[in-house]
């Protein structure tokens, strides 16, 4: 049974910092692209991230670029999604997501984690 739990998620005042972490289980995925999405209630899922298999290669949304740093770590099956400079807007459930496929298309993605609340007050 393949698993993803996010976690890290809080209440963060307008210019603070959260790192969110997104553990794998019952799938290979070291061997996956991981990316990391967000969705306000009454609108559509939007892409905020995604790295490669290996990490070399990372792509961002433009409205998160210079601000959200995404990472992984295979030897213990964990994507990382460090926010930073935070803002209001920035507030929605994140996801985590695995992909055999690279880019930003949520239909991409195949397995998806619970979500994880993020809150930044003005």
């Known amino acids: 049974q393949v698993q993803l739990a996010e976690s890290g998620g809080g209440l963060v005042q307008a210019g603070g910092s959260l790192r969110l972490s997104c553990a794998a289980s019952?799938?290979?995925?070291?061997?996956?692209?991981m990316g990391w999405f967000r969705q306000v209630p009454g609108k559509e899922r939007e892409f905020v991230a995604a790295i490669s298999v290996r990490g070399a290669n990372t792509l961002y949304a433009d409205s998160v670029k210079g601000r959200f740093t995404i990472s992984r770590d295979n030897t213990k099956n964990t994507v990382y999604l460090e926010m930073n400079n935070l803002k209001p807007e920035d507030t929605a459930v994140y996801y985590c997501?695995?992909?055999?496929?690279?880019?930003?298309?949520?239909?991409?993605?195949?397995?998806w984690g619970q979500g994880t609340q993020v809150t930044v007050s003005s």
């Open positions: 997501a695995t992909s055999s496929q690279w880019g930003a298309v949520s239909g991409f993605y195949d397995y």
């Open positions: 019952g799938l290979a995925s070291s061997r996956r692209i």
